[in-house]
């Protein structure tokens, strides 16, 4: 029988190798990109929010190590059709256990790259062109 490590380990490769949602958002209202300057590590996250604040749809691109991509993806499938009030109570700690194994700090910034991006792109609104 596998660990619980082992079991964690498969879940984030399981979304690094088939991700929710990535690629780009036609359509979106709001958006942000940021990296990590330690690594490399790049996130863009695009949303689609209605006037009600309600997440109708999300999607995000980039490019990095397992860890900040799997965490991106995960973190989008969590906050799918969530409000951006629920956003807001999801914290830097709830991103940690909802990724799963324990990470040196180091490796934490890769996975709160996205958790960081989301926060700000709620705050990010595209412009019309």
């Given amino acids: 029988m596998p660990s619980e490590e082992e079991l964690y380990q498969e879940h984030v490769l399981d979304h690094y190798e088939d991700p929710f949602h990535r690629g780009p958002l036609e359509g979106a209202t709001h958006a942000h990109e940021d990296k990590n300057p330690l690594c ?18 999300l999607y995000f691109t980039g490019d990095g190590c397992v860890i900040s991509q799997a965490s991106a993806s995960m973190l989008l499938e969590k906050i799918y059709g969530k409000t951006v009030d629920d956003l807001k109570g999801f914290s830097a700690a709830d991103m940690l256990v909802l990724y799963g194994p324990r990470l040196t700090p180091n490796r934490q910034k890769c996975c709160l790259l996205s958790w960081k991006v989301l926060q700000s ?9």
């Fill in 40 to 57: 490399g590590d790049v996130v863009r996250i695009e949303l689609k929010l209605d006037a009600d604040g309600k997440i109708e749809d």
């Fill in 121 to 129: 792109a709620v705050h990010s609104p595209l412009t019309e062109k």
